[in-house]
């Protein structure tokens, strides 16, 4: 389908400059977590008097173990947030498209949705916002050639950020755009988190 191509694109390029922040203020806060333990096992060796010497070792090993630990922890929660931002970021980027391209987006996932139907009718929820813009272009050119579909723009509202609530027959379709971020978030994952931390890791080296 040309729209979920379109959705991929934006995702894949929005991935990098979007979410890059997030896995900065990670690191940032890895490293104080770090200095803190670091600073407080050198509190402890010069505390430790002779005579407990081996248990402020323990102790310091314990700190530094439990500092790494949630050094991890706060590495991946990290990672978590930069791949959340960069589907967030994707999403705004296709709902904030000019409004050419994002009339044709919607014509597109519209005949993609209703592909193989023939006749009846076909009742297309927008947002306000976007209903007010684009919806009567958007009948106007579904009702261009329509296979004898019935298109229709109701009056009433989606509470979507962008895309639309298809009903067509009995059948309601979601093909809003968080709806179709979702859809193939799950095969595109694995590239969005070798876009980000690729080119994090190779920042880091080249800088």
């Not at 402890?44 to 402020?56: L, N, Q, V, W």
């Not at 179709?180 to 690729?198: G, H, K, T, Y």
């Amino acid at each position: 389908m040309v729209a979920l191509e379109k959705v991929t694109n934006k995702i894949l390029s929005a991935a990098e400059a979007d979410a890059a922040s997030v896995l900065s203020a990670a690191d940032e806060e890895c490293r104080g977590i770090l200095a803190a333990a670091e600073e407080r096992a050198a509190e402890i060796h010069r505390e430790a008097e002779d005579a407990a010497e081996a248990e402020g070792t323990g102790v310091v090993s314990r700190a530094r173990a439990t500092a790494s630990t949630e050094r991890r922890n706060i590495l991946l929660a990290g990672r978590c947030r930069a791949v959340d931002a960069a589907f967030e970021a994707a999403e705004k980027k296709i709902c904030g498209m000019p409004r050419e391209n994002y009339l044709a987006f919607l014509l597109a996932l519209a005949r993609g949705a209703a592909e193989g139907q023939k006749g009846g009718e076909a009742v297309i929820t927008l947002n306000r916002a976007d209903r007010e813009n684009v919806g009567a272009e958007l009948l106007e050119r579904l009702s261009e050639g329509s296979d004898g579909i019935v298109w229709k723009i109701a009056e009433n509202d989606a509470r979507i950020d962008g895309g639309f609530l298809l009903d067509i027959g009995l059948t309601r379709v979601d093909c809003s755009v968080m709806a179709l971020i979702n859809q193939v978030r799950p095969s595109l994952e694995a590239d969005v988190c070798r876009i980000l931390f690729d080119s994090s890791r190779k920042d880091k080296e080249n800088g």
